[in-house]
T-cell receptor, first 114, second 115 residues
Framework: EPEVTQTPSHQVTQMGQEVILRCVPISNHLYFYWYRQILGQKVEFLVS????????KSEIFDDQFSVERPDGSNFTLKIRSTKLEDSAMYFC????????????FGSGTQLSVL | GEDVEQSLFLSVREGDSSVINCTYTDSSSTYLYWYKQEPGAGLQLLTY?????DMKQDQRLTVLLNKKDKHLSLRIADTQTGDSAIYFC???????????????FGSGTQLTVLP
């Protein structure tokens, strides 16, 4: 079965550094997402992306964050000047669009900011 | 805002049925989902139900939706040790911006299956 893949599975960075989290959504999907889960908290929506632009974003997704689809397969989340509170599991997801009710998630990238 | 609540823990004996409950607040929810997360793994879509349905069955899984009470449940028949995981309930709000699926998740229920 097709799946959403994320790399790396773990990322450790120093506070203030920039990180890029990478995702390869399912190939025929049109909508892409980033969610995050801080340890012990709920999974939270960050941003949705369609047709090469952000379609929705939460209040968490401030100017520190950006997303990009640099080519036909990758979808990236960039976090500029990371903060300690950015430490979390970041999940990428995708769905077909239209009546694409099935939202598929990747295995996540555990980001640790030291 | 939207909120989804679940009990945190559930323990059952192998072979028994498990029932995981969830309540939500957004009456405009269109789809409701159950995801499974095993240790170190991502969120695996188990099943989902459209808000105009009352029940959906998929092999050992039965989803019941009481829209009036905004209550969703997941029943796992003949629970096995491999079913031990965290189960997340999530709702998708009314469609906005086309078909973007912004999900609101519950805290997850840790299901422990005892031999």
């Amino acid at each position: 079965e097709p799946e959403v893949t994320q790399t790396p599975s773990h990322q450790v960075t120093q506070m203030g550094q920039e990180v890029i989290l990478r995702c390869v959504p399912i190939s025929n999907h049109l909508y892409f997402y980033w969610y995050r889960q801080i340890l012990g908290q709920k999974v939270e929506f960050l941003v949705s992306f369609y047709n090469n632009e952000i379609s929705e974003k939460s209040e968490i997704f401030d100017d520190q964050f950006s997303v990009e689809r640099p080519d036909g397969s990758n979808f990236t989340l960039k976090i500029r000047s990371t903060k300690l509170e950015d430490s979390a599991m970041y999940f990428c997801a995708s769905n077909e669009g239209g009546f694409g009710e099935k939202l598929f998630f990747g295995s996540g990238t555990q980001l640790s900011v030291l | 805002g939207e909120d989804v609540e679940q009990s945190l823990f559930l323990s059952v004996r192998e072979g028994d049925s498990s029932v995981i409950n969830c309540t939500y607040t957004d009456s405009s929810s269109t789809y409701l989902y159950w995801y499974k997360q095993e240790p170190g793994a991502g969120l695996q879509l188990l099943t989902y139900i459209f808000s105009n349905m009352d029940m959906k069955q998929d092999q050992r899984l039965t989803v019941l939706l009481n829209k009036k009470d905004k209550h969703l449940s997941l029943r796992i028949a003949d629970t096995q040790t491999g079913d031990s995981a965290i189960y997340f309930c999530a709702e998708s709000m009314g469609i906005s911006s086309g078909s973007a699926r912004q999900l609101t998740f519950g805290s997850g229920t840790q299901l422990t299956v005892l031999p």
